[in-house]
């Protein structure tokens, strides 16, 4: 095959023989496998990835760890090996700890970006399916409509009003009309191939079909393949104002940390010891992982909210998820089941209820040939039934649920899409978009006449039709007619009801054959409405409540009649008492002012296009509300966009909706928003209170060493004994933290400011109380120890090293709460106490491991010094309970009052 071949001149029979695929029947299984396995997969090649030996390498690259590791070759050339080899081992211990933890983000991250991948509609082996596509290979026939990204470089075999957004390729930004003519000149510049569509533009309109012809690194966009390999950034604005924090605290602990050195020095201790358990403290208590530390703890949070059905696009919208304070949903599919279903009719001048009536009319059957063929939905026969007994379970339908449930109420009445499509061959093609809100088709019977099909929102069918059909004859429609139908169109949607009418007008001569769609679907003859029902999910109408006790207001927005939106809303519980209901005439006709005063009353959008949420989300936002709005068409990516929390459907959502959200719903669940923002709001809490447990445990190291030295005592731990805190509290339990299930109350809270300080709501306090406490109290046990037996400082540093873990290893439960240490169940967290449990017998390992006792200057405890330990590392928990309890309990007096 030509690399160079630019198969715009070639007609449709030489493309398809080169190929070698047929159009109507696609590859076959076995050959499309031989391509792939000849061409590879459809995909562009990445930048090149960090290796794993390198990434291990980059946890040695933090200045104080080369630091502290040139200390200990000074230790091992001067004969200290015992202190340099196990100073090295608990550096290496460190080093593995954040590489495992960086690889499981890695691999977070990578499955997110599979998840998120998109799909291409695909003929193979006479059927339509859906693949990944990745697995695109030359010579496959692919399916675009609006909303699709192009999957592989296509040359257009069919094209009903197709246009694409080329401006990846071309600059240009103006959507391209394509056509499947064959062009005179081979070469032409891309903006020009009208009869070729590329790799990663975007179809805003239309239908079409097109033979793959160039897959992967081979496509225009291989080309120029750096311009679209986005790295999402995982930075995000919390690890920003951590890593900003990170430097003022590096600075004072390498401040404090000196004033330690400085004042050891001068009360006559060894210069080089000094030196080596000033290094020591600064790397423990240097917080310079925190922006590395959030981006696990999201990266992690990110794969539960997966396994919930949320696939986060943009780590920063987790943060943003427990700001929201407004949702603003569709209603179809995602308030609602998507499942619909035909239950009311609207014909010859009279309602039917379809499971208590039986039709036969003639305006009946062209109602069901209308719907049949005005459709793109495909319906397939079951090959395991017997097709004679036609029962509903014999069928499947592929496509839009409006259109299936057209197909299915046919095939109950025995008229077969099919068969149909023996008689009838499509010519021409007007596609639904939410401005024109209707479709038609151009038929032509095989007998040679031509008829155009029309459905559509009867409020704008009805302005096209001049004639009507009743009981199988043809009478012009009436103004007094119009007005009957509207009527009951009303009636229908009170009820909750999804109307459609369906039109038709048979084209007589050549000329008005090549009319334009305005021109065309005019002087139509009106046959009648269906009413579909779309019922609520059975688990919204808690959800939305839990909403309402958590602070966030649900907004119901869709495109549906104004009445049926008030049906659903009122089932839901979505409208408060005094909450409104506007159409999109209404936003039209409101102006900008007026529409800000009445944005926070409003609980109801109808009947609105696409264009119209962005002005919602605007106004929403300028009232200070953090908003998330959901969408899945072409014309909903600007509001997803614009919203601070951008959602779009991973079912029915199209891939321009998805790129430019921050949130896919995997299941189209209005339940699944709910518990993405608590998962959210738990993801938030959950970095926090690592925070609060790092930068406290951090004060209570220097605090001994700092009081220590400023009283002229011997020092309380030695630079090995430092590192070992730091590895056994800051590892694992540590880590634990960032998986803690959410507090009860998640969802009774208001959402947080989104310019809250990290340390706000009690952090702060938390923080320094518990550090000062533990710093304390963990010097107070070296002391009672050290003034008993002064002559054997090694026991009263082993206690005050056992004192210090075990604070911070109880402490560790006080950071699961915002309130108390009393409020929580201590084996609620089973990683958590798993990982307390590993660190105290790592503790107790080099206190009594008679090899380990040298390297760790410890010794082995009595009884009595464990009765210290254990009473001085849980007093700091227990002392500031008590306080915060009180604290509780006053707030609660407070607001009883």
């Not at 927005?557 to 979505?574: F, P």
């Not at 503790?843 to 001085?872: A, D, M």
Request: one cysteine or more; a neutral charge; glycine letters at 8%.
């Amino acid at each position: 095959m030509s690399q160079k071949a630019r198969w715009i001149d070639w007609d449709q029979q030489r493309l398809t023989s080169h190929f070698g695929v047929d159009p109507h029947r696609g590859l076959s299984m076995s050959d499309a496998e031989k391509r792939l396995h000849h061409v590879g997969r459809n995909q562009l090649v990445e930048g090149e990835k960090i290796s794993l030996w390198a990434l291990f390498l980059d946890q040695f690259k933090d200045f104080m760890v080369l630091v502290l590791m040139g200390a200990t070759l000074i230790s091992g050339l001067l004969g200290e090996y015992h202190d340099a080899i196990a100073i090295i081992a608990i550096v290496i211990l460190n080093a593995v700890l954040g590489f495992v933890q960086e690889i499981k983000a890695e691999k977070s991250l990578a499955a997110l970006k599979k998840l998120s991948a998109p799909g291409a509609k695909v003929l193979r082996n006479g059927e339509w399916n859906r693949i990944d596509a990745a697995d695109l290979v030359p010579g496959d026939i692919v399916a675009l409509e609006s909303g699709d990204r192009v999957p592989a470089d296509l040359r257009l075999l069919r094209a009903d009003n197709l246009y694409l957004e080329e401006s990846t390729l071309t600059g240009e930004s103006v959507p391209v009309n394509k056509s499947a003519e064959t062009l005179a000149k081979a070469d032409l510049p891309i903006g020009d191939r009208k009869n070729m569509v590329y790799m990663s533009t975007m179809v805003v309109r239309g239908t079409g079909t097109g033979v793959v012809v160039q897959t992967g690194m081979e496509t225009e966009m291989g080309r120029i393949a750096h311009l679209i390999q986005h790295t999402e950034s995982s930075e995000t604005p919390l690890s920003r104002r951590l890593e900003q924090l990170g430097k003022i605290l590096i600075v004072i602990a390498l401040i404090l940390t000196a004033v330690v050195v400085i004042t050891g020095i001068i009360h006559g201790h060894d210069a080089y010891k000094m030196f080596l358990a000033g290094v020591s403290l600064a790397v423990a208590a240097i917080p310079e992982g925190l922006p590395a530390i959030v981006t696990i703890a999201l990266a992690m949070g990110v794969q539960r909210m997966i396994k919930r059905r949320a696939i986060v696009r943009k780590l920063p919208s987790v943060e943003t998820l427990g700001c929201a304070t407004v949702i603003c949903s569709d209603k179809t599919g995602t308030l609602t089941q998507n499942k619909m279903t035909v239950t009311h009719t609207y014909l010859d001048a009279r309602v039917f209820e379809l499971e208590s009536s039986q039709l036969n009319s003639e305006t009946w059957k062209r109602m069901i040939e209308i719907g049949i063929l005005c459709n793109n939905a495909l319906l397939q026969r079951k090959p395991a039934k017997k097709l004679l007994k036609r029962k509903q379970d014999n069928w499947k339908v592929d496509g839009d649920p409006t259109e299936a449930a057209l197909l299915i109420i046919g095939a109950k009445q025995g008229i077969w899409q099919d068969e149909l499509l023996h008689d009838w061959t499509r010519v021409k093609e007007f596609p639904f978009d939410s401005q024109r809100k209707m479709m038609s088709v151009v038929y032509q019977h095989r007998d040679g006449r031509q008829v155009i099909f029309a459905k559509g929102a009867p409020d704008v069918l009805l302005d096209r039709c001049s004639h009507q059909m009743q009981r199988g004859k043809t009478s012009p429609f009436t103004l007094a007619h119009k007005r009957s139908v509207s009527t009951m169109n009303e009636r229908l949607a009170s009820m909750a009801l999804r109307n459609l009418a369906f039109a038709y007008r048979e084209l007589g001569n050549a000329s008005e054959r090549q009319l334009s769609e305005g021109q065309i679907e005019r002087n139509l003859t009106f046959v009648g409405l269906v009413g579909m029902i779309d019922p609520p999910r059975e688990e919204v109408r808690g959800a939305i409540q839990r909403c309402r006790q958590a602070g966030i207001r649900t907004v119901m927005i869709t495109g549906d009649h104004q009445a049926t939106a008030q049906a659903i809303a009122h089932q839901l519980g979505i409208i408060r008492p005094q909450g409104l209901t506007v159409s999109g005439s209404d936003l039209y006709n409101m102006s900008d002012k007026e529409f800000q005063h009445k944005v926070e009353e409003i609980d109801v959008y109808a009947r609105v296009s696409p264009e119209h949420k962005i002005k919602i989300v605007q106004a929403l936002q300028a009232k200070g509300h953090v908003v998330a709005m959901t969408g899945d068409g072409v014309n909903d990516a600007p509001a997803i966009k614009a919203a601070d929390i951008g959602i779009a459907m991973g079912k029915s959502g199209t891939d321009v909706s998805k790129e430019a959200s921050s949130l896919v719903l995997a299941d189209d669940n209005f339940s699944t928003i709910v518990a993405a923002i608590e998962e959210g709001r738990s993801i938030y809490d959950n970095i926090r209170k690592f925070i609060a447990y790092l930068l406290a445990s951090n004060v209570g190291e220097i605090l001994v060493m700092f009081l220590a030295m400023l009283a002229g005592l011997p020092l309380p731990l030695v630079p090995i004994q430092i590192l070992w805190v730091n590895l056994v509290t800051d590892g694992l339990p540590a880590m634990a933290l960032g998986v803690d299930p959410a507090e009860g109350d998640m969802m009774q809270r208001s959402p947080r400011n989104s310019r809250e300080s990290v340390f706000a709501r009690g952090i702060g306090w938390k923080i320094i109380t518990r550090g000062l406490l533990i710093g304390f109290w963990s010097l107070a046990a070296f002391l009672v120890t050290y003034y008993e037996a002064p002559q054997n400082l090694s026991l009263a540093q082993t206690v005050a090293f056992a004192t210090l873990v075990l604070s911070q290893l109880i402490y560790v439960f006080d950071c699961r709460s915002t309130g108390s240490i009393f409020q929580r169940n201590p084996l609620s967290n089973i990683p958590l106490v798993l990982s307390v449990i590993l660190s105290v017998v790592m503790l107790l390992v080099v206190i009594y491991y008679p090899p380990l006792q040298p390297i760790f200057h410890t010794v082995s405890l009595g009884l009595r010094e464990w009765i210290l330990i254990c009473v001085t590392s849980t007093l700091p928990v227990i002392l500031a309970g008590l306080v915060d309890q009180v604290r509780i309990v006053q707030r609660k007096l407070q607001l009883g009052r």
